[in-house]
């Protein structure tokens, strides 16, 4: 506690998962013995850098790179970049320290990491956010490889960033490896993968309503951000047939009661991805959406909510909001999007409640089908990948279920993510010893 006070954001991710698993340890004392769990709050390595690029006025800039190495015990490290002002060390570590359990419970051989920059990408240009990658890239390029650290995109990066980064990557080391995924789909890339963390967040939520013999089907769906997971997450819930009322970013929501159908949704994905606009802009093309500035869309009544935009962005007033409208289901497809106080809610009233590290988990595993294609120098149809995808979230619900099922039936998909991601990671470095 004392060595990490000062790194909030860890602290909470680290809380949470040890309110689920000292009680567990409790009961099988060689992780206690081994001080298993003190090992894993301490990443392995921690390397931060220093980033110079010039902006297109001939300016320079230093900002702070990052790649915390947090564990290594069933596979090399995995996890994205996120680019935005936000990002230090303590939002690093807890997002790495999620990854670890993450990618343990997609049954896959990865390790956990995570990356970034303080960087803005904000109103940059593509000749400066090309600079940038540069830059960060010429130092990261030195502590990552295909057998050691494979980044990813996160917030603020996606297929143009993870381009320019492999670009430098390949110059710089003289050699085309799977070092990075997310790629194009021209050069290495996984059919799904942009895809895959959104339709993901929407499998698990139809495995949790499957344990009520319930469905998406009719159900009236609220979604918060506008990215990558939010808009592949609405392309889901549409195609199953559910209704998409509500999308936000960082400047506000929009709430469009007759439904954001699969036309409006390619209108967003063209404003985010082409133009690089602001959500607001789309009530000037539907009339019919409603926008809120500088408001998440948890006061939206629906029946599923699917956080998709960031850390600690809905609280428990948020929580209560949404139990008193009556939803029934929430399926995080952002990294610890709900507060505690939030969490206790949802347990509370014991509505269906998948947190991150489970529903979210889909992204990392279609990354690990792009490393897997990327060694067998081959590339897997759509279907395939998509199978893939679906089978490993039935997978994770399935250990949330194993470990998280309370005696009155009410599963704690919470306990059950962090255990089942435990118990994997906890073996493997009982079994390689004390380093
Ligand atoms: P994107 O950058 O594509 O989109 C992020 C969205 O969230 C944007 O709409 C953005 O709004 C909004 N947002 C970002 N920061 C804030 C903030 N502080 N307050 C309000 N809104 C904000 O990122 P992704 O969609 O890739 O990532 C979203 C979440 O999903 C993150 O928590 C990420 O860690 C998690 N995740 C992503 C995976 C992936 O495969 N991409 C895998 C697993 C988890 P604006 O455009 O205004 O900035």
Redesign the pocket.
Known sequence: KKRNSHQPEFMQAVQEVAESVIPYIAKHKIYKDQKILERMVEPERLISFRVVWYDDTGKIHVNRGYRVQMNSAIGPYKG?L?F?P?VNASILKF?AFEQVFKNSLTTLPMGGGKGGSDFDP?GKSDNEIMRFCQSFMTELCRHIGPFTDIP?????V?AREIGFMFGTYKKIKNEFTGVLTGKGLSWGGSKIRPE??GYGTVYFAQSMLKTKNDEVKGKTVVVS??????QFAAEKIIDLGGKVIAL????GCIHDSDGIDEKKLDFIMNL?NEERGRISEYTKKYPSGKYYKGKRPWHIKCDIAMP????N?LDERDAKNLLKNGCICVSE???M?STPGAMQAFRKAKILYAP?KAS?AG??SASGLEMTQNSLRYSWIREKVDDRLRGIMENIHDSCVKYGMEEDGYCNYVKGANIAGFVKVADAMLAQGVI
């Open positions: 994205g996120r935005h936000t997002l904000k990813a995109g996160d917030i603020g996606g895959s963390t951000g506008s990215g990558n997971v939010a936000s970013d960082s400047g985010k998709c935009a960031t850390e962005e497809g952002a990294n999007p991150g979210n992204g990392v």
